[in-house]
């Protein structure tokens, strides 16, 4: 199978680096900056594999039968606009972010291609173009297709696919309620970890912390009832009982990827509290913690930003 | 006229050592660390003094006209316990603090002594124990009797008293709204400043955070309408104008002293956003952005105290 890799950040290095070494068609799209060679370190072994990568569609010499779709979430619309006319609409297109917003973008803008949603919960950090690591990895990859038109049995050969390439993966028809349970975990830890510059495990043991992520769990939870989201999970205390007693204690030392985010100044808030605030203001709820974490975050994105561009300056 | 100095902090430094050099009997009550000396500097001059502090009030060799309140709004009530035995009920009682509540403290533990209350509104820096720097001056001190029980002739005095001594002093019978207005503005700017670490300046063109202050300020004033509180604005609109257009542009360079106080686990939130919040739900109101600003403060204290105590321990 033919894969483009569209947004070669942590996530898209791994899928590039790891398909590529397994012998697949695998092309990177970049904005900026391509990479010839892609060096992996971490939990899952070190290697570095040649790699092509492209900064304009036109150019790549194949089309893809699997699109792999790993820019940050706030690029999503403008990436997915930028490869539309190059996209048969046979082409598979698989969704492989954090955060609400990204399927259902990918729906809108490819009404006639299968879509495929993933909740990626390894974790990457890409140390410069060209370089990943492999920091953790909670549980396989979990793919599916929320409408149920693609037969099972092609994902579980898909799935297969990428575990053999080394990205462990599996098949579930359930997962938006893996996407979803993921951004409750996401929304409580991520904007607090990043405000606070702190772990997640200092997060928990902080209890005012822990008073303002319970009130994330629980304003998420009425947005889920509210608008018939899917979830493993029947209610907020259930989430917060497993959130702290198995959820957290695994990655206690690790600091959220936001943080480096909101240090360059601009994260992936609207696909998460961001996205919540939106889902319970189209119902007519409130959440007024997730707001309040949206702006505070944004407030630091924008302080962050400006920092970086004087620093540019000077 | 004698005074006792309750808290020899920023404030209680400046009291100490201007009305000592202007030759009153003036004494420092501290709990620890008691200075012999003190240094002034800043937009005042520069001078230092002999003074005289003392952690136990059976020491001090005479009664008191005045007490001047001065130690951080936290510790109001268990300073004003551990004088109480000494105190006659004709002291008259001067609230020299920051927020709301110290006021209405100090009546209720004296009920018998006249009580003025004082809005301060210059800017002082301890550097050490013993060295206090001046750094801004807004305003006179405002001192006043908000029941109107002391003869405003005496207050007069009282005011040309301090003025004498080097502290700029004015009475004025509306004083409880200099206070209240005042606790707009630093409940507005104070927690985040302290919490992004940004100058009253930046925090007022980050377009984002200027939508927090907003919301802040909407939210006080519903309280102060609810609460029948004193105030020199009509509403939230009014004060929003000129707070932004001649409030903050003489101080815009600077940094809250919460910021300092974060730094070392402990602020005075409860008697700014955190008394906003329990005079709201006292009246059924919600305040959402005072309670989450009230709350993230309380989590950025407690992790710095754990830092703190920590660093000690090394």
Redesign the interface.
Known sequence: MRFWILGVGAIGSAYLAFLTRAGHDAVGLVRRNPVSEISVSGIWGSFSVPVRTFTKPEEIPFGPDVLILSVKSYDTKEALLSVRDFIPKETLIMVAQNGYGNYETALELFPENPVILSRVIFGAKREKPGSVRITVCADDVVIGDPRGKIPASFLEELAKLFSSAGIPTRHSPDVYKYLIDKLVYNSALNP?GA??E?TYG?LAE????R??MNEVIKEIFLVIKERNLPSFFKSAEDYTKVFYEKLIPPTASHYPSMLEDIRKGKTEIDALNGAVVRLAHEAGL?V??N???T??V??????NL?DAQESLLR
Chains 1, 2 share one sequence.
Do not use: D, Q, S, V
């Open positions: 607090l405000l606070f702190k200092e902080n209890p005012k912390t008073e303002l409130r007024p913690t707001e309040l974490i702006r505070m944004k407030a630091k994105e924008l302080f400006k």
